[in-house]
């Protein structure tokens, strides 16, 4: 500068323009220092989320819910960071919860370095972009993080194609608006939308492609058609076993029949029903089969995706009504087993009750449950258990 003064001043401070930072370095510590804080490390690629319920039924259902939530989270091999209730008095329309609530959750998301949002309430469209704009995080629902699991876990075409479906609709009506929300809304976890049909795609290819799966689905169902006419024809009993998600179906029908279906500790392991042929004494024998799990709320488009499979349900002789006594929500589980029944026409088929894992509980525990729901009980650890049942079976059929 030309005058004293600017001279004077440039001796005594740093040029701005020369500054000695090492941006980079000071942005890598600093991230480094954040990640300390954090116990879930940066490479760790997973979702982390934050559970949010927000409604006007009474606490203790919101906590009952929550905790099914936290298990499907799970399930989805999302990273469960913290999970938040609201009890309304009523529903804020715009955001479903408080306005000051869900600033609570944004710094407690920062806190915590959430990517994600779960509500355990079904969210309208405007409210997951409403919600993803104010919190700039991935919003999804109930119904989408079951929609995910589903997308995960589905091998057969059958399964892919009922999955896909469902993903579709659940996502036509939400394809409004542009911007980040919507690639946010659209994202699924790790981004696991239906395949290469993800951000950019609009309404109408999305028409298509539903319409164009539709029909393959038809496809798929006559030769299913055929499959179950084969199997009618043969004039063999058939047992399907029903019941809620993880409530060890799978493993039952590996215990009977000494097969290996797919078992993990996960909701929705299985996807396609399995068939086995399970033999009793006399030359007897009848086809057992495997189901897809129940859960309370299951969203409507899976549910009509799924009815396909269930259908073969119709032409079981018996269900085996499958129910994990170790579970403190037994009881909740069973009316929404029987809930879907109703839905699907079922209720009057003949039925056992089984309770499973009452290697889980006392004694005396299963005594007063067995004789309350007038059930058999079975453990998969301890084959002994399984004479009773078969027995039942037996008196059932023939
Ligand atoms: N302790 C104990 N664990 C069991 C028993 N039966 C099943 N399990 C466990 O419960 C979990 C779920 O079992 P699955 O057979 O996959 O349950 P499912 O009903 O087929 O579940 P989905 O297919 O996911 O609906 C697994 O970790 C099993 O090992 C049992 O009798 N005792
Ligand atoms: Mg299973």
């Not at 804020?92 to 806190?111: C, F, Q, R, T, W």
């Not at 299951?298 to 085996?320: G, H, V, Y």
Request: hydrophobic residues 40%.
């Amino acid at each position: 500068m030309p005058n004293s003064a600017g001279k004077k001043y440039n001796e005594t401070s740093s040029d701005f323009y020369r500054y000695d930072l090492d941006f980079c370095s000071f942005i890598n510590a600093l991230e480094e220092e954040m990640d300390r804080m954090r116990v879930i490390g940066r490479d760790d690629k997973r979702e982390r989320a934050i559970l949010v319920s927000a409604s006007t039924k009474p606490k203790y259902e919101l906590q009952d819910s929550m905790e099914e939530l936290k298990e499907l989270a799970l399930s989805s091999d999302v990273i469960v960071l913290d999970t938040v209730i609201q009890r309304l008095k009523e529903i804020n329309s715009a955001y479903l919860l408080g306005e000051g609530k869900l600033k609570e959750i944004v710094i407690n998301a920062m806190d915590k370095g959430a990517t994600l949002l779960i509500f355990d309430q079904d969210l309208n469209p405007s409210q997951i972009r409403a919600i993803a704009e104010t919190t700039e995080l991935k919003v999804i629902d109930r119904s989408q993080l079951i929609l995910d699991i589903f997308a995960g876990r589905a091998h057969s075409r059958d399964g892919k194609v009922q999955v896909e479906l469902a993903q579709l609709k659940y996502m036509l009506p939400r394809l409004t608006g542009k911007g980040t929300a919507m690639s946010r809304l659209m994202g699924g976890i790790g981004g696991r939308g239906p395949g290469e049909m993800k951000l950019e795609i609009d309404r109408r290819r999305i028409r298509d492609r539903i319409s164009r799966l539709q029909k393959e689905l038809e496809i798929l169902s006559e030769a299913r058609k055929q499959r179950k006419h084969r199997r009618v024809e043969t004039g063999i009993p058939i047992v399907s076993i029903i019941g809620y998600t993880n409530a060890g179906k799978s493993t039952l029908l590996n215990a009977l029949t000494k097969s290996s279906t797919i078992v993990e500790d996960k909701m929705f392991a299985t996807l396609d029903t399995a068939s086995r042929r399970l033999r009793f004494p006399k030359e007897r024998e009848v086809i057992i089969t495997d189901t897809v799990g129940f859960i309370r709320d299951l969203p409507k488009d899976l549910m009509a995706a799924f009815k396909a499979t269930l259908e073969e349900l119709e032409d079981a002789d018996l269900l085996l009504h499958i129910v994990d006594i170790s579970n403190p929500r037994f009881e909740q589980q069973i009316e929404s087993v029987e809930k879907i029944l109703k839905e699907l026409n079922l209720s009057d088929k003949q039925k056992i009750m089984v309770f499973s894992k009452i290697d889980m509980v006392s004694r005396d525990e299963v005594d007063n449950i067995t004789q309350r729901y007038d059930a058999e009980a079975v453990s998969a650890i301890n084959l002994e258990t399984l004479g009773s049942l078969l027995k039942a079976i037996e008196r059932y059929i023939w």
